[in-house]
C-alpha cells in the first residue's frame, strides 16, 4: 500500500508537507526519470477513537445485547446490510468501517440506528448522550 502524505496550503498559496523529509526518502526509491502519479485531493477526517467506541460499545453491544448475537456477527451483518457495494467485477463487498470518512460514520451510525428502532423496536441513544471512556 502506497503511503499517504498530508500537508496543507499556505496562506501564500503554496503547498508544504506535513513530512517533507519522509517523502524525500520516499521518491528516492525510485530512479531518476521515473514517471510518477501524484494525487492531491482535500483531506478528510478518518473515523476519530469516538465513534470507533460508540459504535462497538454503543451500537453494537446494544444490539447484540438484545438479539443474543455476538457483537461480530452484528457488525458484520451491519456492514453488509448498509455498506454494501459492487465493486469492478460486479461482486458485492461490505466497505470497511475504518475506511468510512468521519461524515459517513455518522450516516451509517444513524442507519444502524434507525434499523434498530424500526425492526428491533430499540432506541439506541446518540454519541453525544453517552459516555465512551477511554
Not at 526518502?25 to 469516538?50: F, M, N, Y
Not at 446494544?62 to 465493486?87: C, M, N, Q, S, V
Not at 461482486?91 to 434498530?116: D, F, N, V
Request: proline share 3%.
Amino acid at each position: 500500500m502506497e503511503p499517504i502524505w498530508t500537508g496543507y496550503i499556505t496562506k501564500d498559496q503554496f503547498f508544504e508537507l506535513d513530512k517533507f523529509d519522509d517523502f524525500t526518502v520516499w521518491l528516492g526509491r525510485w530512479a531518476p526519470g521515473t514517471q510518477i502519479d501524484l494525487i492531491i485531493k482535500k483531506h478528510e477526517e478518518k473515523c476519530s477513537d469516538a465513534q470507533r467506541g460508540y459504535y462497538f460499545g454503543v451500537i453494537v453491544k446494544i444490539i447484540a445485547e438484545h438479539t443474543g448475537h455476538e457483537p461480530e456477527e452484528i457488525h458484520d451483518y451491519l456492514k453488509w446490510k448498509f455498506l454494501r457495494k459492487k465493486d469492478d467485477a460486479g461482486l458485492e463487498i461490505a466497505r470497511s468501517t475504518e475506511s468510512l470518512t468521519t461524515g459517513e460514520r455518522e450516516q451509517y451510525h444513524e442507519k444502524c440506528r434507525r434499523w434498530a428502532f424500526v425492526v428491533l423496536d430499540l432506541t439506541i441513544p446518540l454519541l453525544n448522550q453517552v459516555y465512551i471512556g477511554e
